[in-house]
């Protein structure tokens, strides 16, 4: 895959989730730590920042700074799949999605930073 559509493809994903973040925010709400405060509150900041990080990779002249906040979004938001995994551990079916995640964010954070590269 090229860099242009490997962006494109990093673009669509993020903004595709981050418009589910306030199309369905209960289900990112439900994910996030407690003890970082205001679940409502940082679920619509992670929506804002996946949609601008979305933006940055969209646009060439900004796909450089668009991968390294993505990447880091990526870092950032692993706390939500660790806490995910614990949340769901007594309930089969999501603890095998919460667990199938943890490892998906390292390629995404690999893209990312591919992407930033090659920009």
């Not at 970082?36 to 900004?62: D, F, K, M």
């Not at 939500?80 to 999605?97: D, E, G, L």
């Amino acid at each position: 895959m090229n860099s242009t559509a490997r962006a494109a493809s990093m673009a669509g994903l993020l903004g595709a989730t981050g418009v589910l973040h306030f199309l369905r925010p209960a289900v990112f709400d439900s994910i996030v730590p407690p003890q970082l405060g205001n679940r409502r509150l940082i679920t619509y900041v992670s929506g804002v920042a996946e949609l601008g990080c979305a933006v940055l990779l969209a646009v060439p002249a900004t796909r450089r700074v668009g991968g390294v906040c993505t990447a880091a979004l990526m870092i950032a938001v692993y706390p939500a799949n660790i806490y995910s995994v614990q949340k769901y551990w007594h309930r089969p079916t999501a603890r095998s999605i919460a667990l199938a995640r943890l490892p998906l964010q390292l390629p995404l954070v690999r893209s990312a930073w591919r992407i930033a590269r090659e920009a």
